[in-house]
């Protein structure tokens, strides 16, 4: 993993202040495509350091009802791939986080992979998470990212074992993104205790960026979670707050979560 | 070269594992499980016993005269599934995955259901072997199989109606799929085709080969040679593999799988995966799905709800690239006048999925002329379907009320 991306400069320099970086998820097209544009710009303006763009999918499996819910009403309301790009490059003009695209692999790969890489650079977007996309079956998006110079963030799970560990850490650029508990997203009482052994699990194996998603919700599990690890990614809460109470309320929740950044400085 | 030795994650550009790193370590358990498992006497002769005694395989075969008068000819012989435990080939399958489960020391068991066959084996197995069980359903399919659901819920298991998306077995797979990534560590998931990760697709077919096994030796003991054709329906396509692979290196025996059309393989209202999509990744393997210009899944269309799935498994996609075998539509329709035809000519009234091959096969055998002799897989009995064959063909008295 080479720390060159705008994604690694980022988290390493909210370390380097003392926290590390917040990271929030919202899907493109919700709760229309202007106003997940508009949702995007006012988490950063509150706090968010890098956005994490979900393309809504048909067969999403690793998400929860929150999430699901909001990306079948994009389809719904017409989403099309397009509108990733279009979506990056507004967000893009407007705030200088760097925006990661977290989709699942299908769309991917009738789009083009190349084809995709080199307009989500175009778009001025910084790299791709992907759910179900295993480094194992990665080599066309490793040729790819790596041609475009984009960010490649791979899944990290407790019950990986370490060698696979070890090839996540080796295929991402960007961040390792930790899978805190064994399910699906959505708000959990109580961020698993797995994630703190995982996050030291994926350091031995050489990690030097780790974020770690899933049950994140409250400022207090932000706090939490970066005690031990780089950054902390919320998702579910943030698309709740946006399907309820609009921009705004979006906004209003990253500020909230954004001071968990200081809770843990003052840790 | 062999076709017959294939044992994935790959068949050709086909299959593999594109599922989310959490289940990479519940499916390296199982397939080195399996590894151990099919070398191991002990499970051959468990699975056997079961197979023999519980089962009741090796099921027959049924030489059709009757139907077969409709087929130019053709001699058409069935292989029997319907008249398996659980009422499908669907057992074959269960019953070694089941084994599995107990081998690995998981205590509760999910699985997808379409048409309700799969579900109603699962929940017979895991009565049978003591395990928890959870059977996900597509709200649609609980509806239009009401009675598969009750059979499950008197077996002891736990029904979920699944209202996401289209609500049908595609859907059904995405729920239990991320059951199984929550509590995987002690569930098992019991697939129930040749679709999905590795090793489903090869582990699911070696459960299944069975069928092809038994019906070319009992083929070759009734006629003095093989067939000139093996016909099956295909949704996911675990029937199909199950008669196809026993004939793989055969090159003179042709294999058809019918695929269900729907209204028709040129309307939206299809699930003729093969026929009209392309490939894709979806559930876990790269195989041919229904899918729109931006990579979504596109929702299928059948009257037959086990073949209501917009993909297929990746061992079917890559003998149709290499054209080892043929896929081709048969309609709703078609499908529902060849279950009314064997009805009535042969006293055996099969699965609306099974329909399909034996519509599909009605049309070899006029092509084929009267020397062909045809094997068709007669995946399941029609039971499940009788309140849609009553509607279909109006069957039941307005007002009348069964008490």
Known sequence: MTATSATASTIRARVDAGSGALVGYLPVGFPSLGGSIDAAVALVENGVDILELGLPYSDPVMDGPVIQAATQRALADGFRLRDGFTAVQAIAQQVSAPILIMTYWNPVVQFGVDRFADELAAAGGAGLITPDLIPDEASTWLDASERVGLDRVFLAAPSSTDARLRRSVEASRGFVYAVSTMGITGARADVDQAARGLVGRLREQGADSTCVGIGISTAAQVAEVLEYADGAIVGSAIVKALGDGGVEAAGELAAELATGKQLARSA | ?403
């Not at chain 2, 309700?116 to 003591?130: E, K, R, S």
């Not at chain 2, 598969?148 to 859907?171: F, H, Q, Y």
């Not at chain 2, 979504?296 to 059948?302: A, F, L």
């Open chain 2, 1 to 403: 070269m062999s076709l017959r030795t294939e044992a994935g994650p790959y068949f050709g550009e086909f299959g593999g594992r594109f599922v989310p790193e959490s289940l990479i370590a519940a499916l390296d358990e199982l397939s080195a499980a399996y590894e151990v498992a099919r070398n191991d006497p002990a499970f051959a002769a468990e699975l056997t016993e079961l197979l023999t005694n519980y089962v009741g395989r090796p099921s027959v075969i049924t030489e059709v005269p009757r139907f077969a008068e409709h087929a130019g000819g053709a001699r058409i012989i069935l292989k029997r599934e319907d008249l398996n435990h659980t009422g499908s080939h669907k057992v074959n399958n269960v019953l070694g995955q089941a084994i599995l489960t107990k081998r690995i020391g998981k205590t509760r068991v999910i699985a997808e259901t379409g048409a309700g066959q799969h579900g109603v084996a699962t929940a017979t197995a895991a009565a049978l072997f003591g395990l928890e069980c959870v059977i996900y359903m597509g709200e649609v399919d609980t509806e239009r199989q009401a009675l598969n659901v009750a059979r499950m819920r008197l077996l002891g298991a736990e029904v979920i109606p699944v209202t996401a998306g289209s609500r049908t077995l595609k859907d059904a797979i995405n729920e239990a799929l991320r059951d199984w990534v929550t509590n995987v560590e002690h569930t098992n998931y019991i697939f129930g085709t040749v679709a999905g990760p590795h090793p489903f697709p090869a582990m699911v077919r070696d459960f299944q080969k069975i069928i092809g096994e038994e019906a070319r030796e009992q083929v070759l003991a009734l006629t003095g040679r093989l067939p000139d054709a093996v016909a099956a329906c295909v949704g996911g396509g675990s029937n199909a593999m199950g008669i196809f692979h026993a004939f793989l290196d055969d090159q003179d025996v042709a294999l058809y799988g019918f695929e269900a059309g729907g209204e028709g393989a040129g309307t939206p209202r299809t699930a003729a995966t093969i026929t009209v999509g392309r490939p894709g990744v979806l559930h876990g393997a790269r195989s041919y799905l229904l899918q729109d210009e931006d990579g979504q899944t596109v929702e299928s269309h059948s009257i037959s709800a086990g073949l209501d799935y917009p993909g297929v498994g990746p061992e079917h996609s890559w003998l149709a690239s290499i054209h080892r075998a043929q896929y081709r539509p048969v309609t709703d329709d078609a499908a529902m006048q060849a279950l009314r035809l064997l009805s009535r000519t042969e006293g055996i009234i099969p699965a609306i999925e099974s329909a399909h091959a034996l519509a599909g096969a009605l049309d070899l055998g006029r092509e084929l002329g009267p020397d062909a002799t045809i094997l068709v897989n007669l995946s399941g009995r029609g039971d499940k379907d009788m309140e849609t064959a009553a509607r279909y063909f109006d069957l039941i008295d307005e007002g009348a009320r069964q008490s």
